[in-house]
């Protein structure tokens, strides 16, 4: 049974940073193309940032500069770093990954910035 585990979401300040990871179980993270999406309240979920099997890297405009996405296989780990926070980055953040098996998703975890 593939679980990924987000953690890492929090309350912080305008321009302040934040940590997600996603630990993954039950999945090789190393054989899907693991992402971060997000929801904020009454929008559609939306792509982040995805790091691919063979190392390439996405992210939506909107993050690009600010945003980190990297993994750690050996670990079965995901984790996305989070720069120069706006209040409209405040959404749940959800981790998903994407194999020939399947598409899986995490619980999420809620970021919300705000002064």
């Known amino acids: 049974q593939v679980q990924l585990l987000e953690s890492g979401g929090d309350l912080v300040q305008p321009g302040g940073s934040l940590r997600l990871s996603c630990a993954a179980s039950?999945?090789?993270?190393?054989?899907?193309?693991m992402s971060w999406y997000r929801q904020a309240p009454g929008k559609e979920r939306e792509l982040v940032a995805q790091s691919g099997p063979i190392g390439n890297l996405n992210y939506a405009d909107s993050v690009k500069g600010r945003f980190t996405i990297s993994r750690d296989n050996a670990k079965n780990m995901v984790f996305l770093q989070m720069n120069s926070l706006k209040p409209e980055n405040t959404a749940v953040y959800y981790c998903n990954a994407l194999n020939r098996k399947g598409n899986y998703w995490g619980q999420g975890t809620q970021v919300t910035v705000s002064s």
């Open positions: 039950g999945i090789a993270s190393s054989l899907a193309a």
